[in-house]
Nanobody
Framework: QVHLVESGGGLVQAGGSLRLSCAAS????????MGWYRQTPGKQRELVAA???????NYADSVKGRFTISRDNAKNTVYLQMNSLKPEDTGAYLC?????????WGQGTQVTVSS
């Protein structure tokens, strides 16, 4: 059974930090590219950060220098360390696992940054 479960979201003041986790099951985790997407009302879902199966990373310009994506294949988990949070970082953060034609999504975890 394929499943992605996000955790670590919450309410934080501007300038604070959060660490999101996404635990995967039912897939060969080490073979998948992993990503974090952000969804806000009235906007397109956007890629925040991604990490390939071999550890290459890329980030949205808006989070570059503040967020870090990492993965632990032994734990089947991908992380998003978010520092210096801004109100515009607010949104639902969804975990994604992709391997060619296979595409799996988590339910999401809410991040709210107050000013």
């Amino acid at each position: 059974q394929v499943h992605l479960v996000e955790s670590g979201g919450g309410l934080v003041q501007a300038g604070g930090s959060l660490r999101l986790s996404c635990a995967a099951s039912g897939i060969v985790f080490s073979a998948f590219n992993m990503g974090w997407y952000r969804q806000t009302p009235g906007k397109q879902r956007e890629l925040v950060a991604a990490i390939t199966n071999d550890g290459n990373t890329n980030y949205a310009d808006s989070v570059k220098g503040r967020f870090t994506i990492s993965r632990d294949n032994a734990k089947n988990t991908v992380y998003l360390q978010m520092n210096s949070l801004k109100p515009e970082d607010t949104g639902a953060y969804l975990c994604n696992a992709k391997y060619y034609t296979r595409d799996v999504w988590g339910q999401g975890t809410q991040v709210t940054v107050s000013s």
